[in-house]
Each structure stands twice: as structure tokens, then as C-alpha cells.
């Protein structure tokens, strides 16, 4: 079984650099999930550990061996390629043989290896079409299953599900999980999607403009995310950012917003470091902790229904506080209590427990 | 409502040309290049077959004399010994061509820096005219003052006789088309090996495919059509091999590195013999078409997995 590690990876193409200074651990049998927008060099990070990519600067350690110079044949690393890469003149399973064929297995194993992954991904009745014959989600399956099929050190999936229709996507998610623990093979999984990252990583590394944002599990990077870009990335809808300022006021610390002012309370200010005192920051607030009610209370704030976009049984609102200032939230319908029109008042109430607050020039947590 | 459809009547409809007078123009635009072929193709070819069905030489007047002019040429063992001299040096030459062709494709398809100079250093010989291929080869193979005897002769070995022993001839006309039309192959290689998606030549170094698994399943597809295209065009071109064996050996020594087109050519302008040449080409003509026939439905096949899409089901 094998660990990876990343020690400082640069990789440049031509003049562009596209990682910068990458350093992250895979333990054995892990399932890391890398996430990022577009062109954030999540698959050359990938491309990088299979050996496709060489990288300018740094390591690429499996087990606590160097193998910058171990070709990526010799690796054992199982990909699906994005781009699917199936060979156009075989069959599906033509596909699957290929790589245990290449190995010398023996036929038992080959013809056994095959049906399991024929059953996992559902292709059944279609092993003797072409990859041309084929869909998108279908492709991908099979891109999928021949990374699968051989049962390497490593898994590499790069967004193995952004073609499959949700239904397919939720069903296949599982069963990967349950394989890749069964297997427990050390994976790494690139998405774009942070729903999938949320759901499947033991562990998530967040990456934008070629370097490493954060590195830790769902639960970490949702609860504390190390910066601002983070924060936006990982939720659905994404976090509310508000500019305000930290103050002390009689010896509480409020936060000042140009439309309220709330105390902070005992643990809040515990989390935040001590210089995170008379500055201005930027509060972000999670929409599904944020209430939404018809009668003001104490420390709630007027606002408008700008949008209402209902879901199966949560409902997010679009509220306006004035001008240009407006709040995501994602309530459940039953705790709503009242059916939300456009144009509608309403009262906004910020739990402060709830608050994240970041540097207003650099974007890291303050804590 | 209405004010729709109102605009959408004003929008200006392109209606399909149809009319008598558009259609005679349409035909009128095959007029020229039909002209052409008919002047510069059609008409040769069929005046050299009635040539070849007369008797007739320069100077005297041509009668009718059917099929003898082939049955004479058929009858005469030289013309067998030129015929099958001619189809050895098409084989040989192109068997090597493409097999270096290839090999050398796959050595430069690799990206190294300096490849721009290599690869125009490599496609030289095969810009360069018949004439001064053949010319600076004869100088090459000199037996008195060729470059190549004087290195043989300086690392002790005898000179070879490359151009008059009956041994040497027939290879030094093969090594000269080899050296000038590998490039060909090489080029068509390239073109091919170019098509190949790199994601699948990566897939395929996972995968730990052997050597042979990769040119079969991986490059083998790409590599046909264009192969073929090689191949077809190598052995037309070598089938009617004229340039080489006249400047660099003559036909000689005998008639041992005579092709047929030579043997045509000394039969016009040598013997003034012009049916008997006019025979000789139609010969070509034939082989050349046969081998054809094999291999251009080949290329017209369709490789597997690349018919029309059925159904995908989904």
C-alpha cells in the first residue's frame, strides 16, 4: 500500500508557471479530493504524481521514496483521464482487457475482473460497443472502470463523474467509496464540484491559481476556512461577505457593519487573535445560518425579499439590505413559517456565534 | 401578433436556385476542366494505345497490325528479364523505404530541440530533381573518383565496383531511391503519428502496454491510411523508375538495371521502334493499375470501431 507525498512541486509550462510550491500528503489509503475553479492546476497536480507531468522544481515521494525519476508506467497508478482517453479501435472490453492483458494476467482473472467491473458501473449490455457508440456518462464509466480494473497502488480519477446525469453520479459515488475503502487504495480524486469533494474526500485540498489554499477534512474546511477564496468556494450558496469594522466598546468588542452593530460575544472573541482588535475586516456569514423572520426581534435588520429561488424543502432568498448589500439564506420550509414573496419585509437576524471574520486586505481568517 | 408576422415577412428569403437557364450554367462550369482532361489525358492515352496497334516507325507509314506489337514483346525473353528487373527494384526499393520510413517517423515524432533543422536536413533529397540526385550519386559511387570507394578504400577494404558489376548495379539503383524517397514515407509517417490524441499514447504508458500492443492498438490505426497512401504511391512512382538507372548505370551492364521504362524510351528514341514503345508503356500502364486495384479499396475500408454510431441508448 502506498502514501503520497508532494514536497514543494513547481511546474512550469514554458514561462507559465501553473503550480506553485505544492506541498500535500496522501496517508495510505485515503481518499483526497482536490477542488478548485477552473485552470487552478488541480490535474497537472494530478498529472504530476502519475509522472505524465515532470515538474520543474520539488518531490514526489510514494512511501517515502523519491520517483521524480520513476517513469509513469512503472508507478502502478491507475487514471481516468478527463478527456476519457479509451481506445477508439476496442471494444469496452477490449478497453477493460487492455491493461490486465498488458500485465500477462491469466484469463480467469482478466474475465473476473472484467464482470466485477462490468457489474459496479452497470455497462452490461454494453461490452461490445465502440467508444463512439457510446454517450458521454457512458465513456466516462469506461474510463472509469479501466483505471479500476487493474487494481493499482494508486488510484488518480480526474473528474471521473462530470459527465454522468445526476441520478448515475449520486449512485456511482457510493459505490466508488465503498470500493476504494474495500480496496483501500490510496485515491486521489480532482473535481471542480464541491459537492462530490464534500462528499467523498477524507480529506480535501482546496487549490486556486496553482497553489494550495487549505488542506483538511469537509468538516474543517466548511467550519474554518482558511481565507477568503476558500470561504467562497466551499457552499452552496456560496458565503455572505460584508465589509465592517472590529471595535472595542466598553470593554465588549462589537463588530460594526454602516447598517448594524452587534456585540460579540465570550467565545467569539476567545477564537480571534488579540490583534484582531480596531480594524476592518470582512465578516462572512453562511446562508443556512442566517434567520429570516416577519416581526423584528432584538439585533435583527429590515430587509426586502429580492429573489426567491424555492428547492425540494428548503427555500433560498435573495435579501436586499439596501442598495447593492444583499444576504443569501437557505432556510427549510418548516422553519420559515411563512411563504416568502418578492418585495416582501422581513426581518434578518445573524447568529454572531456564526460569524467568520477575515482580513480585509490579505483574506485570511482571523483566529 | 400580427406585428410578428409582419416583421418576419420582411425578412428577405433566400429561395434555392432552381430555373433551366441556372442549371445550364452550372453544367457550363465542367466545360474547362472537362476540356483538359480530354486534351492532356484522355487523348495521349488513347493515341499511344492505337500507336502501339500499328506498325509504325519514324520515317515509315503506319499500318495496322493489331496485337503483334505485344506478341513480339511477349515473345522476346529481354522483355521478361526487364519486366521482372523492374518489378524486383519497385519491391525492394519500397519495402525498405517504408520500413525505414516508419522507424525513422517514429524516431522524430519525438520533440527534441534542433527536430525543425533535422527534419528539413531529412526532406531534402526528396526536393531535390531527379537529375541532380542521379548525377551527384554517379559522382558518389565512382569507382575511380567516388567519395564511397575512397572510404571503403581507406579502411582497407577493396573498392566496390558500384555501378558496372552486374552485383552492384541493381542495389546502387535501389540504395539511390531508397535515399531520395524514404523522406516520403517519413513525412506520411509523421502526418499520421501527429493524429494520434497524446492522451492516448499517456493511457496507454499507464496501462504498461508493450511496445507491439502500442503500435498495434494505439498507432497502427492512425498509421494506415496514410501507409497505404505511401505504399501506393511508392510503387507506381518505382514501377515506372526512369531517372535513376538512365543517369547512374544507362541500364547497364547488360540490361541489368534496365526497367521497362528505359527499355521503352531506348525502343522510341534509340531504335525509332515507336509502336513497340508505345507496347512497352501500356505494360506499365497495366502493372501499375493492377497494384492499384489491390491497394486503393484497401484504403477505402474503414477502420474497426469507426463505422456510423448506432443508438447509444442513453
Known sequence: ?367 | MAQQSAAAEAVPVTTPATGARDKWFRRTLFIPPLGFLVLMTIFPLLYSLGVSLFNYSLGGTAKFAGFSNYVTLFRDPSFWQVTFITIRIALFAVAIEMVLGVLLGFALHQKLPGMGLFLLIIFLPMMLAPLVVGLFWRFLLDQTFGLVDYLIASVGFKPIPWLTHPRYALLSVIIVDVWQWTPFVVLLTLAGLGTVPPDLEEAAELDRASVWMRFKHIYWPHLRFPLLLALTFRLIDTLKLFDTPFILTGGGPGNLTTTLSLLGYRFHFQFFQISTAAAISWVIVIIINIVANILVPQMQKAPRGSEEAVDTGL
Not at chain 1, 513547481?10 to 500528503?25: A, M, Y
Not at chain 1, 480467469?108 to 458501473?121: A, D, M
Not at chain 1, 497553489?211 to 452552496?236: C, D, K, M, R, W
Open chain 1, 1 to 367: 500500500m502506498t502514501s503520497i507525498r508532494l514536497e514543494n512541486v513547481h511546474v512550469n509550462f514554458g514561462k507559465t508557471e501553473v503550480l506553485r510550491d505544492i506541498s500535500l500528503e496522501v496517508a495510505d489509503g485515503e481518499l483526497c479530493v482536490i477542488v478548485g475553479p477552473s485552470g487552478c492546476g488541480k490535474t497537472v497536480t494530478l498529472r504530476a504524481i502519475s509522472g505524465l507531468t515532470r515538474p520543474s522544481r520539488g518531490h514526489v515521494y510514494f512511501d517515502d521514496n523519491v520517483i521524480d525519476h520513476v517513469a509513469p508506467g512503472d508507478r502502478n497508478v491507475g487514471m481516468a483521464f478527463q478527456t476519457y482517453a479509451l481506445y477508439p479501435n476496442m471494444t469496452v472490453r477490449e478497453n477493460w482487457e487492455f491493461p490486465l492483458r498488458a500485465a500477462k494476467r491469466q484469463e480467469e482473472l482478466i474475465q473476473e475482473r472484467v464482470g466485477q467491473v462490468t457489474g459496479l458501473l452497470d455497462m452490461g449490455p454494453l461490452l461490445n460497443r465502440y467508444p463512439r457508440e457510446l454517450s458521454g456518462g457512458q465513456q466516462q464509466r469506461v474510463a472509469l472502470g479501466r483505471a479500476l480494473v487493474r487494481r493499482p497502488q494508486v488510484f488518480l480519477l480526474d473528474e471521473p463523474m462530470g459527465n454522468l446525469d445526476a441520478k448515475l453520479r449520486v449512485e456511482l459515488r457510493a459505490s466508488l467509496r465503498k470500493l476504494q475503502m474495500d480496496l483501500g487504495v490510496t485515491t486521489v480524486y480532482v473535481t471542480h464540484d464541491q459537492v462530490d469533494a464534500q462528499a467523498l474526500g477524507d480529506k480535501i485540498v482546496v487549490m486556486d491559481v496553482g497553489s494550495v489554499q487549505q488542506v483538511g477534512t469537509p468538516e474543517q474546511i466548511y467550519e474554518t476556512p482558511a481565507n477568503l477564496f476558500v470561504a467562497g468556494f466551499i457552499g452552496t450558496p456560496r458565503m455572505n461577505f460584508l465589509d465592517g469594522t472590529l471595535k472595542q466598546e466598553n470593554g465588549n468588542l462589537v463588530v460594526e457593519h454602516p447598517l448594524f452593530k452587534m456585540d460579540l460575544p465570550e467565545e467569539v472573541v476567545g477564537r480571534l487573535a488579540d490583534n484582531a482588535r480596531d480594524r476592518k475586516v470582512v465578516m462572512g456569514v453562511r446562508p443556512e445560518s442566517i434567520g429570516v423572520s416577519t416581526h423584528p426581534g432584538p439585533q435583527t435588520i429590515p430587509g426586502k425579499i429580492y429573489v426567491c429561488e424555492p428547492q425540494s424543502n428548503e427555500v433560498i432568498i435573495e435579501i436586499e439590505l439596501e442598495e447593492e448589500v444583499h444576504l443569501k439564506v437557505r432556510v427549510g420550509r418548516d422553519a420559515l413559517g411563512f411563504e416568502p414573496y418578492i418585495d416582501q419585509l422581513v426581518q434578518v437576524q445573524i447568529d454572531p456565534d456564526t460569524l467568520h471574520f477575515f482580513d480585509s486586505v490579505t483574506g485570511v481568517r482571523l483566529s
